[in-house]
């Protein structure tokens, strides 16, 4: 029997079996939702404690990127993210875990090489981009102000 | 014991060392040792074997690693070249996950055709004496890349050249699938084993009977999550060295066919859009030394 490449490609990409979509977006949107709701909460919480609300607004990140990374740390976050997938993923909880994740790996490699160089081989691209598009949005914005 | 790499390398330590005693026979009656795992540079087997201080070969072939060591070992031993050699193979599932994949810590989700790295080592002693079990056949396999790419179906990737492999085995041996006891794949996972029994039909081999695949009998399905199966050079090798080779001794297998399957890509192969070599090196497993 011979089989053809092309037909083997599409054969074996037919027959396996694709991921469980709508079980997958279920529990992204629960457990995402539950983050936003919980940062949500966070963020009225300070202003309660009548922190000012542009203060507010950088201490909310950065009490869910310190909670995903002690999460992270201790080896609990990937449990979460294996059922949530997009919803830990796209918040920033996903950003720290991406930043933190190879930092602890590699740790046996040194300071400079292991820990400094290796934390960025996921989130370095997002940086990256996110730096590049901000610009461009920038500019963008720029010269819509200055026409009009 | 700090890091992942050291760890795997103890393991191979620990396999030869079993083997060694079950053998009677101590490292320095070894001629050769052929050790293989994962890591770049296969720096695993470098550092494992190194306290034997035995004459090494440093072996690749992903997941087919054990068989081309047994291949090797036993061809070398029967020429008379060598008396006796170790053979071992090893992975470890955060060595080889931080290598092939992403941090280990890393919250993603696994497709479900995705095959897991086992954490295990196996080891074999070639020897020219001995009670058995025997190596009777062997039979190399050639790289055989029909165009997949996707790093997560590997068991697609790998199984054209099981299905090449078997094939020229039964048309150049004449025998058929239902003249084993058990024909066992490397690491082909529920994807690669349906796939061979497949093609295997169509080509007019039954398999259904005896035929199973080390990356799945590694494992129990239902209640671990290893989505399609076990995989890793230490899969088939502790599968072969503990499960099979117990079962010879207690005479409940006499002629089994074991074909380990590799999956020849590294992360930047993979990164440049080129697709997964695979290869699937054969051996055949006896009782007795004569057997036809």
């Not at chain 2, 050769?32 to 994962?38: E, K, P, Q, S, T």
């Not at chain 2, 790419?149 to 697609?156: E, H, Q």
């Amino acid at each position: 029997m011979k089989i053809n490449k092309q037909t083997y490609q599409k054969y074996a990409k037919q027959r396996a079996p694709s991921s469980p979509l709508f079980k997958d977006m279920f529990f992204a949107f629960l457990i995402g939702g539950l983050i936003c709701a919980f940062a949500e909460g966070i963020y009225n919480l300070y202003l309660y404690l009548k922190i000012d609300e542009t203060t507010v607004r950088t201490l909310v990140p950065v009490t869910l990127v310190f909670i995903a990374t002690l999460l992270t740390g201790i080896g609990v976050f990937d449990s979460i993210a294996k059922y949530a997938g997009a919803g830990t993923l796209v918040p920033i909880t996903g950003f720290a875990n991406a930043v933190v994740a190879p930092a602890l790996d590699d740790k046996s490699e040194g300071l400079v090489m292991g820990v400094g160089a290796k934390m960025f081989t996921i989130a370095g691209p997002v940086i990256v981009y996110g730096v590049i598009a901000s610009v461009i949005y920038g500019v963008i914005y720029w010269i819509s102000g200055v026409i009009s | 014991m700090n890091t992942w790499e050291k760890a795997e390398s103890e393991m191979q330590r620990l396999a030869v060392n079993l083997a060694l005693a079950k053998s009677n026979i101590r490292s320095n009656d070894l001629d050769a040792v052929f050790a293989g795992d994962l890591m770049n540079q296969c720096v695993g087997s470098s550092y494992g074997a190194e306290c034997f201080n035995r004459p090494f070969f440093g072996l690749y072939g992903a997941c087919s690693t054990f068989a081309e060591g047994c291949i090797l070992a036993s061809l070398l031993v029967d020429s008379g070249s060598f008396s006796r050699c170790g053979v071992i193979a090893s992975s470890h599932f955060c060595t080889a996950e931080r290598q092939f994949r992403y941090p280990l810590e890393y919250g993603g989700q696994r497709t479900p055709t995705s095959q897991r790295t086992a954490t295990a080592a196996g080891s074999l002693i070639i020897s020219c004496e001995g009670n058995g079990p025997y190596i009777r056949e062997v039979l190399p396999g050639t790289i055989v890349d029909f165009g997949i790419t996707d790093i997560n179906n590997m068991g697609a990737a790998m199984a054209p050249a099981a299905y090449d492999t078997l094939t020229k085995y039964f048309a150049e041996s004449g025998k058929s699938p239902s003249d084993f006891d058990l024909i066992l794949t490397g690491d082909l996972g529920k994807e690669g084993h349906s796939i061979i029994c497949d093609f295997m039909k169509n080509a007019g081999y039954d398999m259904y009977k005896s035929y199973n695949d080390c990356g799945l009998m590694l494992y129990n399905a239902d209640t671990q999550d290893m989505h399609a199966g076990g995989s890793g050079c230490g899969c088939s090798a502790s599968v072969i060295a503990g499960h099979i080779m117990k079962r010879f001794e207690k005479k409940t297998l006499s002629d089994i066919l074991y074909i380990a399957t590799g999956a020849l890509m590294s992360p930047s192969s993979l990164q440049q859009g080129r697709s997964i070599p695979g290869i699937a090196h054969l051996v055949r497993i006896c009782d007795s030394r004569d057997k036809e």
